[in-house]
């Protein structure tokens, strides 16, 4: 018989459009994280601001994110991710709007409301990061889920972080410090619209997500999301909408116990089940994306010293880095189709350390070389979330989008405490800022050999690291999947005996 509406695969372009609104919610927090640095000239002019002050300012907004990304993820998994969502841009809307209005609040010295505003964005900043990778994962799991990740990552780098440096500044110097500062707010409100929008999308493919995702759906009642209490809605078990079985009462009372040991899984629990491989990956990504993350923020110093370009110049110039982020959608729909993940990410960190010696030697034009390294990063950040994601075969199914993601920002913004002044001292040391690209390289070699030990790891498993989409879906179809609550047998697992004894497949 013909396939039901709702089972279709979905197509490309409705992947695109809804992982350009999930990428559009995360925005406003790029475009409020780099508002210091974009507007430097003008706050130095006005308000006296050090480069030193806006370190600072950056440094109030990492704090809270040592924990918030795996409260909120663990939040995200128990609470949901739209209501969840919600409360983290309304701090990030209130950081920003203190921020604006702090020469009003202090005008002799706001510094004090700068940096409290900064905190407060800091603490439903980086969550934002983790519901857009989670809610990702939660709509296109094994089906464009490479392409959906990068149209995400596309989305909030190009609009939060290029378009924030290009524009911020602009505005600032037509319209005034105030205008440029407010603007920000504006784009916090307009992301708050879009997670209605994101509301709206998941009641509309409500079909979709229960019987092609096999995800638990909350149906708010008039997009009310945030207030209401919704109406969970799960295909698992051939249960209904209402709750009612369609398999008699004894798999209901089968589903509803299972339901509840889950539910007893406590944070500790669900962290202590992750795999080795999944520990593996965040090292990985300490060590790749940390610098990937980082060296933007100091190209403009070197570019002028080693090239010596404008401080005009160079700021465009590395604006190139985050513009190359625009085939982050057409990286990931490859890699969907030709899979060989973990090969992909071992081969392109090795072209990115290549791009930074380079650098360090100038060898060749810097134009080509920023973009060459940004291209780089377009590759490795979506596909380093979703070898991230690929790595949660062996854990329940309440812990598959927002906790491990949590844990995942809770790494990298580590890296991004530690990283940025061992690139000083290194400055400092040789008197230049050429010696930078060399820390560059010394990590980018550290996730290049965890890179290798997991794909000798993934080899001597079931290689899931390495499989295309179709090949996963082909898998799943066969029965040949890992149970959700079972860990492989053939993969290292942190899972303890106790748990192990108490796990269930999944019916």
């Known amino acids: 018989s013909p396939t039901p509406p709702h089972r279709r695969a979905m197509l490309a372009i409705e992947v695109v459009l809804i992982s350009c609104v999930i990428g559009g919610i995360a925005s406003c927090l790029f475009f409020s994280y780099h508002a210091p640095g974009a ?13 030193e002050d806006v370190g600072l300012m950056y440094a109030f907004y990492s704090i809270p994110n040592m924990v918030m990304p795996v ?7 128990r609470v949901g991710l739209k209501p969840v969502c919600f409360v983290m841009l309304v701090l990030v809307t209130a950081g920003s709007a203190l921020f604006a209005a702090a020469p009003w609040l202090q005008p002799e010295s706001p510094l004090a409301m700068f940096l409290l505003g900064r905190f407060v964005v800091g603490i439903g900043g980086e969550s934002l990061v983790t519901f857009a990778q989670a809610a990702s994962n939660f709509w296109f799991a094994g089906e464009h889920e490479s392409l959906s990740m990068g149209t995400v990552l596309a989305v909030y780098q190009v609009l939060g972080s290029a378009v924030a440096f290009l524009a911020l500044e602009d505005v600032a110097t037509h319209f005034g410090l105030d205008a440029a500062n407010w603007s ?4 916090c409100a307009v992301s708050i619209g879009l997670l209605g929008v994101y509301a709206v999308l998941e009641r509309a493919y409500c079909e979709y997500l229960l019987h092609v995702q096999k995800r638990t759906v909350e149906i708010y009642p008039a997009a009310c999301f945030f207030c209401l209490k919704p109406q969970h809605r799960t295909s698992s078990n051939g249960a209904t909408s209402n709750g009612n079985s369609a398999h008699g009462p004894e798999t209901r009372g089968s589903q509803e116990e299972e339901e509840e040991e889950e539910e007893k899984l406590s944070l500790v629990e669900i ?8 520990w593996l990956e965040n090292v990985a990504i300490f060590f790749i994306m940390t610098i990937l993350y980082t060296s933007p923020n100091f190209f403009p110093y070197f570019l002028a010293e080693a090239y010596a370009m404008s401080d005009t110049e160079a700021g465009h110039c590395a604006s190139l880095f985050y513009w190359a982020m625009a085939v982050a959608p057409v990286a990931g729909a490859v890699i969907d189709r030709i899979g060989y993940r973990l090969l992909v ?14 650098v360090y030697y100038q060898c060749g034009n810097p134009w080509i070389l920023v973009t060459f390294i940004g291209l780089t990063f377009a590759v490795l950040e979506q596909n380093s979330l979703t070898i991230l994601a690929r790595t949660y075969e062996s854990l329940p199914r309440a812990a598959l989008q927002g906790t491990g993601f949590g844990i995942m920002a ?9 990283v940025p002044p061992l690139v000083g001292l290194s400055a400092d040391l040789t008197g230049g800022h050429a010696a930078q690209n060399l820390v560059y390289v010394a990590s980018l070699s550290g996730g290049l050999i965890t890179s290798l030990v997991m794909a000798w790891i993934d080899a001597r498993g079931d290689g899931t690291l390495n499989l295309t989409t179709e090949q996963m879906a082909s898998r799943a179809s066969s029965d040949l999947r890992l149970p959700l609550r079972t860990p492989s047998r053939r993969l290292p697992s942190l899972l303890t005996p106790a748990m192990r004894t108490r796990s269930k497949p999944t019916q």
């Open 39 to 51: 507007l430097e000239l003008s706050l130095r002019a006005r308000h006296g601001i050090t480069t």
């Open 71 to 77: 409260l909120a993820g663990y939040a995200f998994d």
């Open 184 to 187: 920000v707010v504006l784009i």
């Open 271 to 278: 962290v202590r089940s992750f795999s080795s491989l999944f």
């Open 345 to 358: 990410q071992i081969v392109v960190t090795f072209a990115c350390m290549l791009g930074f010696t380079l």
């Open 410 to 418: 809770l790494f990298l913004n580590t890296g991004l405490i530690l």
